[in-house]
């Protein structure tokens, strides 16, 4: 299977679009439009879907073509394709520090490097700037543990749901006895895992045409546009962002449905050029976005340049300068680098 698949491109633009319309809503004076905007909260959610369904299609190829999965190949290529850009911003964030327009801590900086920054309080004060590799910790750690759970439990669908369902409990369990009370508590990997595992699931269950054939039936264009229906009112009710147990249900069946009906408006939509090119920027662009779009209290060593609209240019001139010049070079380096793999015997390879 080819690294980019129809309508995901398209998917990642619109996630990223959810990312800032939530995060320009917040400054607003509007409860109304405060409210409105908590909707694009979701786009993380889109973004979690996106990377279990993508990289468990890419395993599931690779097994089925070679009869085992090149460990080493996986990870090199993860580190290739993330940790650059992250490191350009992070240095940023220290240039800005020396310079005495930040004050990102030390800790904070080592959280994001080390992948523990969703454990840490993320207050919007000096915990801002690096408050959004929250969601990156979440990713990076399924990255570290999915491909041996993968090989492990021989993509078993009822293990694979039986776990997402134990994380979902998990979740409601911790939230509602306040268990590790918190600002960083939502963006804990312990209980947001279960959004990537989903679209796991739903890839492995693409690899089997009886499976799909079956999801494509059930899956309408009336009752998709149903579950999309519930899950906006349960995050518009009041203005917070809902942690429910079926919403990452529900986006990860959203991603795979206009790739199950190419046909559709939907689909149509999401291959328009400009959300595919926003999506090829879209990892670069959620990373800077975070130096000019803000949350109150988050301090504002630019102004001019850190307020509507202003931000939403920089923050979109800094995530294709990070694209061409850091994320797509690296990428193919990433590629180059194990372009030999599988030629010959790998002692990471892994077979089932």
Request: charged share 15%.
């Amino acid at each position: 299977m080819k690294e980019r698949i129809g309508a995901l491109d398209g998917w990642r633009g619109m996630a990223i679009l959810l990312v800032l319309i939530d995060h320009a809503g917040e400054l607003s004076h509007s409860s109304w439009i405060h409210k409105g905007t908590r909707v694009g909260a979701t786009g993380v959610g889109i973004f979690f879907a996106l990377s279990g369904f993508l990289i468990t299609s890419l395993l599931v190829s690779e097994k089925a073509k070679t009869g085992r999965i090149l460990l080493a190949r996986f990870y090199i290529r993860r580190i290739f394709r993330i940790v650059p850009s992250v490191l350009v911003f992070l240095l940023t964030l220290l240039a800005l520090r020396y310079f005495g327009f930040l004050q990102v801590t030390n800790l904070q900086v080592a959280s994001s490097l080390l992948l523990f920054r969703n454990y840490i309080p993320s207050d919007w004060g000096t915990g801002w700037y690096t408050a959004h590799f929250w969601s990156l910790m979440v990713e990076e750690h399924f990255y570290l543990v999915w491909p041996l759970l993968y090989i492990f439990t021989r993509a078993n669908v009822k293990i694979l749901t039986a776990l997402a369902l134990a994380v979902a409990t998990w979740r409601a369990v911790s939230f509602h006895f306040h268990l590790f009370p918190g600002p960083w508590a939502p963006g804990r990997t312990d209980v947001r895992i279960d959004a990537l595992l989903w679209g796991c699931i739903l890839a492995i269950a693409f690899s089997r045409p009886d499976w799909r054939d079956k999801l494509k039936r059930l899956l309408s264009g009336w009752f998709m546009a149903l579950l999309v229906l519930v899950d906006i009112i349960s995050n518009l009710g009041n203005g917070q962002h809902n942690y429910s147990f079926y919403e990452p249900i529900i986006l990860a069946l959203l991603v795979v449905w206009p790739i199950l009906h190419s046909t559709s408006a939907l689909r149509r939509l999401l291959d328009l050029r400009v959300l595919t090119l926003i999506g090829k920027i879209s990892y670069s662009l959620y990373i800077w976005q975070q130096l000019w779009m803000l949350f109150p209290g988050a301090p504002m060593p630019f102004p001019r340049l850190q307020s509507f609209p202003v931000n939403v240019l920089m923050a979109i001139c800094c995530g294709i300068a990070s694209y061409y010049g850091i994320e797509k070079p690296f990428i193919e380096l990433g590629r180059r680098v194990t372009a030999s793999f599988g030629h010959k015997p790998d002692p990471v390879a892994v077979s089932r």
